[in-house]
């Protein structure tokens, strides 16, 4: 029997995305929606409904993943997956995250549309955080779902911690509860905008991913002496602030030493006390982002900022604390939903490429425990987490017609 055509209600598709973008604690265009925010508890309400108008169950966990499931005709099979986030960092766009939502939405109700009819039942998750905006580590609700966190000793900066925030937000139950079981998923796919500049520049509309960077995380407190910038002098000064610029510099290098382009390093925060002009700076805090797709090349770059620390240390007299926050393992990609992609792809005349992640995103975590890939759509510029990141709508559409295509084809 002959496949019936699925179309993307592209336009309907947009306008949820330009009202979700709405939720938002920041003037458009930027969206700032941190988890169990206000906005956030907006959003996910906006979006419940959006599932419930399509028919399917809704339900929530502990710490608020949502699942709404599509039952199909052999509901004890486990099911297809698919879905991402609604969060935004601070400052943020419209785009991450929310089209791999909306438009795991839309792939469904394609499907209702043409009426199919699934063996195994389809579940689109929202998850509750990709960002680590709120606890300071990224996925957390991902890395629970798939039991590698028990969450019980997250909290934010000022010392809240994930327990106050979750009951504060209405979400209860045993954070043990969080983990999905055994086999729950037989396939998980998430749709997202590439992040990155490499398929708008080579004009190939999807990317479908083999691979997910992985990721370390690091906090670093570095405690020098203090004292007034005028009276203080240069031979006897043990500013904090100085030695913390040297193990920037220091992270830098060591991810360009590779040579490799997929080692990548940041420092993103840097805190320094006290903070007035004429104060020699006693205390910073630096937090350290390396990511790469081979982890022996990763760990290796934490090596060599390991010893920079330490010679920065011994030689400007100042102490140098560090605390290891995340350092995941990389993701490979299930060479079967891969495949499927890519054959839908064809299918349909599109052109691909295969390529790697490397950013973070839930799917590194829902691979271990589920056959997972990911499929990536241009973002214009390669801008993320930007008020002016932006996917055109042919593109948007494009990823959810090859999305609802591949759920077609694992769920039946």
Not at 180 to 190: D, K, N, Q, T, V
Not at 234 to 258: Q, W
Request: charged share 25%.
């Amino acid at each position: 029997m002959e496949k019936t055509k699925l179309e993307i209600d592209i336009d309907g598709m947009m306008a949820e995305l330009e009202t979700l973008a709405g939720f938002s604690d920041a003037p458009a265009p930027a969206v700032t929606r941190v988890v169990f925010s206000e906005q956030d508890r907006r959003a996910r309400e906006y979006v419940k409904g959006l599932c419930r108008a399509a028919g399917l169950l809704v339900r929530e966990d502990a710490v608020g993943n949502t699942f709404a499931r599509w039952d199909g005709v052999a509901p004890e099979l486990p099911a297809i997956g698919t879905g991402s986030h609604i969060d935004a960092i601070p400052n943020a766009g419209a785009y991450d995250g929310t089209v791999g939502v909306l438009g795991g939405l839309e792939a469904i109700r394609a499907l209702q549309r043409s009426g199919f009819r699934p063996r195994r039942s389809i579940e689109l998750i929202v998850f509750s955080a990709e960002e680590p905006t709120r606890f300071g580590i990224g996925c957390f609700s991902s890395r629970m779902l798939a039991g590698l966190l028990d969450g019980s000793t997250l909290g934010d900066k000022d010392g809240k911690t994930l327990e106050e925030w979750r009951t504060a937000a209405g979400f209860h139950g045993e954070l043990s509860g969080v983990a999905l079981p055994s086999g729950h998923y037989a396939g998980f796919l998430e749709l997202h905008i590439e992040q990155g500049p490499l398929l708008e520049r080579e004009g190939i509309p999807l990317g479908v991913v083999t691979a997910i960077a992985a990721p370390a995380s690091l906090r670093m407190w570095i405690e020098g002496e203090g004292g007034h910038a005028g009276a203080l002098l240069m031979p006897d000064r043990r500013d904090a602030f100085c030695a913390a610029a040297e193990i920037v510099l220091a992270v830098e290098s060591a991810a360009r030493s590779t040579g490799v382009v997929d080692t990548v390093g940041t420092v993103g925060v840097c805190d320094v006390f006290p903070g007035a002009v004429n104060s020699v700076p006693s205390r910073v805090r630096l937090e350290v982002d390396v990511r790469d797709t081979d982890l022996a090349r990763r760990d290796g770059v934490l090596a060599k900022i390991e010893q920079a620390v330490a010679d920065v240390s011994a030689r400007r007299g100042v102490t140098v604390r560090t605390e290891v926050v995340n350092a995941d393992c990389p993701a490979a990609c299930d060479p079967g939903v891969v495949e499927a992609l890519a054959r839908v792809a064809t299918a349909h005349g599109l052109a691909y490429r295969k390529m790697v992640s490397r950013a973070y995103h839930d799917t590194l975590f829902m691979s271990r425990i589920a056959p997972a890939a990911m499929l990536f759509i241009p973002c214009r510029g390669g801008v993320s987490h930007r008020p002016d990141e932006y996917a055109a709508p042919e593109a948007i559409a494009a990823g959810a017609l090859v999305l609802a295509e591949a759920l077609r084809e694992l769920a039946s």
